[in-house]
């Protein structure tokens, strides 16, 4: 893992509340549109190339599906949940306490807190890969 897939990385956690936000955001225009047109009222549409109702549906399937860089940082949380690093990782990106304050807090000397910040990146990475966001 090279310094700019580092940082897209990181830029993914330190956002996460943001990209979070856009997706649901993302999720309620798509349904609202769809509740707001009379297509869904009835769905005689439905089936027929390239029918609204379901143009609208995929859109919402590809935003639950496909991946994103909300879903890496999502998957990397659940992945390391009982982990200690799940602890460092939420003080860090949910919290936004600053690195040194995580150390002292924590009572950790600073390799060990690189050591695991360098493992849940590694995870990320991995996911990112999974999701084809980042190339091998």
């Known amino acids: 893992m090279n310094t700019e897939i580092r940082k897209k990385i990181e830029w993914a956690f330190y956002h996460y509340e943001k990209l979070r936000e856009q997706d649901l955001e993302n999720q309620d225009n798509i349904i609202f549109e769809s509740i707001a047109s009379d297509e869904t009222k009835s769905y005689?549409?439905?089936g027929k190339k390239g029918s609204a109702v379901e143009n609208k549906?995929?859109?919402l399937l590809d935003l639950f599906l496909n991946g994103s860089w909300l879903?890496?940082?999502?998957?990397?949380?659940t992945t390391l949940r009982f982990g200690y690093e799940?602890?460092?990782m939420?003080?860090?990106y949910i919290k936004k306490k600053n690195a040194r304050q995580i150390i002292l807090?924590?009572?950790l000397c600073e390799s060990s807190y690189?050591?695991?910040k360098n493992r849940w990146l590694a995870v990320a990475f991995k996911w990112a890969q999974?999701?084809?966001?980042?190339e091998s």
Not at 71 to 77: A, D, Q, R
Not at 130 to 134: A, G, P, R, T
């Open 44 to 46: 005689g549409g439905v």
């Open 57 to 59: 549906a995929l859109r």
């Open 71 to 77: 879903k890496v940082v999502e998957n990397t949380f």
């Open 86 to 88: 799940f602890k460092l």
């Open 90 to 92: 939420q003080e860090l």
């Open 105 to 107: 807090d924590n009572n």
């Open 114 to 116: 690189h050591f695991w």
């Open 130 to 134: 999974e999701f084809k966001l980042i």
